[in-house]
């Protein structure tokens, strides 16, 4: 009944529930790129007999190429071959986030046309079918790192709050060290070193952002653990690990939860920015930070800028919306 009311609470805040279904719908969506934008046909009829390239590879020779290796779709012969015997249907968005389209007939990166509608890049690659790709690989990102940091640091916060003392005061001061390290140094030396990968990176911003909610979930433990059922508990005889997870923890997830939108929203702000500034993942991975750098070194292009700033501002701002919803849904003033 606490939940469903909590949630007419946040669908009250029209602008945060409208959000939620945008941000749902957008991520959804980006999580069957490879249906909307491929370079592989989703189905192929020839000589009679039905093939599905987007989920198996074929070999060029199949359709009277004159190679065994994976076919190019693309290929003037393979769409001749195909079109005398039968046909194939591409996706809306004809190109994969790496396919350089090697029949542009004008320099890249070119403008918005019939063919790529969002324009190419600096290396001919369709800008939709990059910021589709860039949009799952954010979103994915952004949640493990927030999910992993949030268990980790709740975790550290409760075993502060809850136990006091010398331990409070050990973790406390590690903490602020931790804090004060130059993390962008740091992100610099190790992109020298190691070539990023995407669980890589993962671990290395997670070294950083788990201090984000350990603070607040500290003080909710130093507030409640002296209150009279927390004492009673201890008298019954029940367990410091049982009172910390079945008693406090929920008391302490409330404040947290609302916190998490905004975690999300910082986590996609690093990759890009990462990206940026050529320390985050590979150029083979659809990166939205890449794209920003191409906005930024191809100013003739404001194709490129626009569409990618429309996105992130669009994406930071719908996780932003949707966190003051749940913010308020957990506003005990509200709650009748």
Known sequence: ????ENFKIFKKNKRAYVSLLIFLFIFVLSLFSELIANDNPLI???????????????????????FPSATNYHDPIIKN???KHGWMIFPPVPYSFNTVDYELDKATPSNPDATHWLGTDEEGRDVLARILYGIRLSVIFAFLLTLISSVIGIAIGAIQGYFGGKIDLIFQRLIEIWDSLPQLFILIIIASVFLPTFW???????????TGLTGMVRAEFLRVRNFEYVKAAKVLGVSNW??????????????SVTFIPFIMAEAITALSALDFLGLGLPSDYP??????????????????????????????????????????????????
């Not at 009944?1 to 469903?4: L, T």
């Not at 599905?52 to 199949?62: S, T």
């Not at 049982?242 to 404040?255: D, S």
């Not at 794209?291 to 070194?297: C, F, W």
């Open 81 to 83: 071959n195909i079109k």
């Open 242 to 255: 049982r009172i910390i997870y079945k008693h406090i923890l929920p008391n302490a997830l409330v404040t």
């Open 287 to 336: 990166s939205l930070g890449d794209l920003v750098r191409q906005g930024k070194d191809n100013l003739q292009a404001p194709w490129i800028g626009c569409s990618i700033f429309i996105v992130l501002s669009g994406l930071l701002s719908l996780l932003i919306f949707i966190g003051e919803g749940i913010r308020d849904m957990f506003d005990t003033r509200k709650i009748q």
């Open 200 to 210: 890589g990176l993962l671990l290395i911003l997670l070294l950083f952002s788990w």
């Open 44 to 66: 192929v009829k020839y000589k009679g007999n039905y093939y599905f390239p987007i989920f198996k590879v074929y070999a060029d020779n199949l359709w009277d190429g004159d």
């Open 1 to 4: 009944m606490i939940i469903k």
